[in-house]
């Protein structure tokens, strides 16, 4: 019942902002503390920096030029998994030593800087799912580091946050990373005119009747299944936390006058 209660609520048209009555959420595990938090995102920034550094530079992506290295999808994503780890965990250490009224669940608000995050995480959940979905069932597979690196370790990432992190989804977020489809779709038409040639062969726009039809695909049907399957596997993840973690909460005001439920404190499993 919770789960449906959960999902009907949704629908509702405030959902399309980025407010959220418990920003204590962005920061934190499901089922432990904001120190879990950091500690899982550790190993990964540098890991994510270093190999983006050694694919775009060092080993100079098979003797392609650096410019066209920064035009395929799958770096994108990369550089999107780059700055979404590192902006989660300066995000983190800001609540940490600067918003304990946050921490303790006592804020309602939602600062400007966890909007900017959780739109990068909306993003890149979906798009990074996406490229490993179009690589491994659409493209030649390659098994060498770099490819294992954009094509598998960044949906592990992802979906393992979504998992075990406390961030929300919501359904009606999904015109996020249709916002970001539709700015590479654009930025491959541009770049094709101008000279640059065709990134990929089902962008190719000299074939506009059949390359627009996979544009409406990607951007209308892909992207949104995609989202929404995000957004029931976070749902899940908070149904196994209600019943799995024990949560001290503590009852707040919000602007509107409404009595909400804050966690103040998580312990693990």
Known sequence: MCCKEDVRK????NNFGLSHNSPNRFSTLECGPLLGHVIWLIPWIPYFWVTTVIDATLLEYRGWQGAKWLTLLSNWDYILLDITSAMDMLCAIVIACKRKDI???ECSETPWYLKVLWIFYNVINTVAIFVTLLYWTLLPPK???SSINKHVVNSVFVILGICITAKPIRLYHVYQPMVFAVIYLVFSVIYQNAGGGVIYKPLDWDTPGRTFGVA???VFVAVPIIHTFCFFLSKLRQLIGRNCCKRKTNEIKSNGGNTVKLIEEQTSF
Not at 10 to 13: A, D, V, W, Y
């Open 143 to 145: 098994h060498d580091h």
């Open 216 to 218: 409406v695909g990607v």
């Open 103 to 105: 921490v303790k669940g």
């Open 10 to 13: 949704e629908f509702r048209l």
